[in-house]
C-alpha cells in the first residue's frame, strides 16, 4: 500500500465545494482549545482533483487561529501539481500519504479517503496518521454524501479510536447516515453488532417522538438522541448539537464486535 514514499492508493479524489462544511463546523464547535495552539498544524489529506475543501479549511481556521498552517495532501504528483497556483499564506500542498509525507500534526483531516480501502486496510492506516500526532493531536477520519448534508466521524488519537460522530439529514430518518459510515463500521449495520443496535434504537426513538415535528425536526431529533442517552447510550456532547442533527458519542459503544 504504497506509492513511492507516500503510502496509500489513489482513488478517484472527486469533490466538491462545501462538501465537508458539516464536519469544519463541528470541529470548530468541539475542540476549540485544540484549534486555538500555538504554531498550529492542520492536514488536510486527500484533497482530490480540486483542493476546493482544503481552501475552506483553511478559511474557517484562520478565523480563530490567523496563525494556523494547513497542509494539503495528496497521493497523486499531478494533483498536488495543480494545486500549486492555489498555494497562499499559511496554505500549502505536497505529495504524502497516510504517512502524512513524515509531518507532524496537531489535526489530521482525512474524509472520504478510507472510503475506497478495504477494512482489512483501515487499523494500519490509522495507526500511521496517529503516529504523527504532536501530543494532544487528533485524526478525524469519516465518510460523507456528495452534497455534505449527511456523514459520519471517527476521532482518534494514538491511544486508538475515541469518538464516532453521526449527522444526519433532518429529512430523512436517522438510519439513513448508514450508506456514510465509516469503513471500519459500514460493514457493521447488522443484527447482532453495536453500530446496527445504535442506527435502529435511533429510528425508533425518532418515530416515538413525532409529535414534535410540530416544532421542528431538530427537537425531535435532539429528544430522540437524549431518549437514547437516557437509556444508556454514552452521548459525550449535548443538545446544542443535536438541534444540528449531529451526536457523538464514546468509541466503546460502537466496536466492531458483536455485544
Known amino acids: 500500500m504504497s506509492n513511492g514514499t507516500a503510502v496509500g492508493t489513489i482513488t478517484r479524489g472527486t469533490t466538491a465545494a462545501r462538501r465537508l462544511r458539516r464536519v469544519d463546523r463541528w470541529l470548530l464547535a468541539a ?14 489529506l486527500g484533497f482530490g482533483d480540486r483542493p476546493i475543501t482544503t481552501l475552506e479549511l483553511a478559511h474557517e481556521l484562520r478565523q480563530v487561529n490567523p496563525s494556523v498552517r494547513v497542509v494539503g495532501l495528496d497521493i497523486s504528483a499531478e494533483r498536488v501539481a495543480a494545486a500549486h497556483r492555489f498555494a497562499r ?39 500511521r496518521m496517529t503516529a504523527q500526532l504532536a501530543p ?56 447482532g453488532h453495536p453500530v446496527g443496535r445504535l442506527l435502529g434504537e435511533l429510528d425508533h426513538a425518532w418515530k416515538t417522538r413525532a409529535a414534535l415535528r410540530a416544532f421542528g425536526r431538530r427537537q425531535q431529533f435532539a429528544a430522540a438522541v437524549a431518549d437514547l442517552r437516557g437509556a444508556g447510550w ?26
Open 31 to 44: 475542540h476549540p482549545g485544540l484549534l486555538r495552539r500555538h504554531e498550529l498544524v492542520v492536514v488536510d
Open 89 to 127: 499564506p499559511g496554505v500549502e500542498f505536497a505529495v504524502g500519504g497516510f504517512e502524512l509525507g513524515g509531518r507532524t500534526a496537531h489535526v489530521v483531516r482525512a474524509l472520504n479517503v478510507l472510503r475506497q480501502y478495504d477494512e482489512s486496510d483501515v487499523a494500519e492506516a490509522w495507526r
Open 136 to 191: 494532544g493531536g487528533m485524526l478525524v477520519e469519516g465518510t460523507c454524501d456528495e452534497s455534505g448534508r449527511m456523514g459520519s466521524w471517527i476521532t482518534a488519537d494514538i491511544e486508538g479510536p475515541q469518538t464516532l460522530t453521526v449527522a444526519v439529514d433532518l429529512a430523512r430518518q436517522p438510519s439513513a447516515v448508514a450508506g456514510r459510515l465509516p469503513k471500519s463500521l459500514i460493514h457493521h449495520n447488522i443484527s
Open 234 to 259: 454514552p452521548f459525550v456532547d449535548g443538545s446544542a448539537r443535536w438541534r444540528r442533527g449531529e451526536a457523538t458519542l464514546a468509541w466503546r459503544a460502537v466496536r466492531s464486535a458483536p455485544r
